[in-house]
């Protein structure tokens, strides 16, 4: 990073306080103008010293905070802001514009809330691809990552509910030739909820592999798992759309694929925009992504010290983290190389990472869940909390609460609530509140570091989201 050098004078900085503060003593031969000095001076002398070093120390970090606000956080004009927000939700719609005005929004966004069924916010602007300077419309459409799990979650759900499959069935029982290699006893649940062992897969797979279902199938039938299943959870991050492909294959009494499935039964029927697998000729909707640039990030960084667990995590050296960056090898997200910007790979069922759609249809999508459209209400309750808490994670290492498909966060007003749905990489997120009937969906295509509760942009909006709710509450409580 061009930024790093800053980055570690920051830390060295706040070392060097950090040292004096707990009387650490300096090196010996070592020069430092926070150490107490070795002549005889006065308490008052030794004070003022000190404080000169402080004093350098704090005006350097102002200095470098001020230099990435100049340089990353300049201010990004709006001028094309389109939607509506109800007026009890209007601090939606000035977190909204702010993010764009103080540069955290670098190219284009959307934000949609759905509230006790009824769409409250929906509000999109900025650029569909900055460089060329075409705008972000209310008909643009965006690569939404692992958000799409989500989609794929509710699809094994549907299933669930109609009697096709349940979660507690082995998957050998609808595909005898997964169970190889100890997957034998290996359920649905276990393979939503990211237990099977099935995070890295050993054979290459390209994409002639991946576009033919039975040459997938028979590299993930053969596959030893990564662990022993059901004793480990690991973030599926590409693999968990590939098995859950199969699933509904198998499951679905007509055989679809997952994207074919969801088209006729979802899409279709409720005139949802949301698609596993684009049609080439609807690409000229879709927004091009861009990678956050170096200063973006430090700028990040400094926000929130957070982001360095998920620059972790994106490069740690245990070989599990490598297989799953690294295969397949035609995934790619890098500053000079995004094949996610490929329309061939917009037109691939991938329910892991390729979903394309926008933000407005995602809440919509799940507010018709919330309302029992889609799954019966009982199912839902089971869905209100997740499966696996507050347990290490094999491929994220960190905590990560999961089950059924889906991923849970902390609900922002305190308790023992969860929000759950699923975040994608770059910052898209959408994110349900059963009691509260509340669905929040956010895209955009300027991709930040952080993901979920950790992109700033997305935090904000789902903040005064509870804010607006919160403080309606109160005002119908004052009459």
């Known amino acids: ?88 939700f209007e601090k939606v719609n000035k977190v909204f514009k702010r993010n764009f005005h103080d540069g955290w929004e670098r190219e284009g966004a959307a934000v949609a809330v759905y509230h006790k069924g009824k769409l409250v916010v929906d509000l999109q602007g900025g650029f569909a691809d900055r460089a060329s300077g075409r705008l972000w419309t209310n008909q643009t459409r965006t690569v939404v990552f692992s958000t799409t799990k989500a989609v794929g979650a509710l699809c094994v759900a549907m299933l669930v509910d109609r009697g096709h499959i349940r979660y507690e069935d082995r998957m ?23 237990q099977a062992g099935l995070a890295a897969l050993d054979e290459p797979i390209t994409r002639d592999i991946a576009a033919d ?13 990564n662990w022993e299943p059901g004793t480990k959870s690991g973030y599926h991050a590409i693999t968990f759309g590939w098995l859950v492909d199969q699933i509904v294959r198998r499951a679905d009494p007509l055989h679809r694929s997952v994207g074919v499935f969801f088209r006729e039964e979802v899409a279709e029927k409720y005139g949802i925009d949301f698609h ?7 690409e000229h909707t879709v927004s091009r992504l861009s990678m956050p640039t170096k200063m973006h990030l430090l700028r990040e960084i400094i926000h929130d010290p957070r982001v360095l667990i998920v620059l972790g995590i994106f490069n740690a050296p245990r070989e599990i983290g490598r297989k799953v960056r690294t295969n397949p090898q035609w995934f790619k997200l890098e500053q000079d190389v995004n094949t996610f910007n490929d329309p061939d790979m917009h037109a691939m069922e991938q329910v892991a990472a390729l979903g394309i759609g926008k933000a407005r249809d995602l809440a919509r999508l799940f507010s018709l869940m919330l309302q029992g459209e889609l799954i019966s209400k009982d199912l ?27 991923l849970y966060e902390r609900h922002p007003l305190g308790g023992n609530r969860w929000l759950f749905g699923h975040p994608g990489y770059g910052g898209s997120t959408v994110m349900m509140d059963l009691e509260e009937e509340v669905v929040i969906a956010y895209v955009s295509n300027g991709l930040k570091t952080g993901m979920g509760e950790l992109t700033r942009t997305y935090r904000h909006l789902r903040n005064a989201v509870f804010d607006c709710i919160e403080e309606a509450k109160k005002d119908a409580g004052s009459i």
């Open 1 to 88: 990073l061009s930024g790093f050098p800053a980055l570690c004078l920051m830390h060295e900085s706040a070392a060097l306080i950090e040292g004096t503060s707990k009387g650490a003593e300096p090196e010996k031969g070592a020069e430092s103008e926070l150490a107490p000095p070795t002549w005889p001076l006065s308490t008052i002398d030794w004070l003022a010293a000190n404080r000169v070093g402080a004093a350098k120390v704090v005006l350097l970090s102002i200095l470098i905070f001020a230099f990435v606000e100049w340089q990353a956080g300049g201010m990004t004009r709006i001028d094309n802001l389109e939607g509506f927000v109800a007026p009890a």
């Open 276 to 282: 596993i697998g684009l049609d080439p000729s609807e």
């Open 380 to 406: 839902l309750e089971r869905l209100r909390e997740p499966q696996v808490g507050f347990t290490f994670d094999e491929i994220v290492l960190a905590p990560l609460p999961k089950g059924h498909g889906f």
């Open 213 to 225: 279902p039975e040459r997938m199938a028979e590299a993930i039938a053969k596959q030893k798992p």
């Open 172 to 194: 050998a029982d609808y595909w005898p030739e997964f169970a190889q290699n100890g997957k034998e006893n290996v359920t649905i649940e276990c393979i939503m909820s990211h």
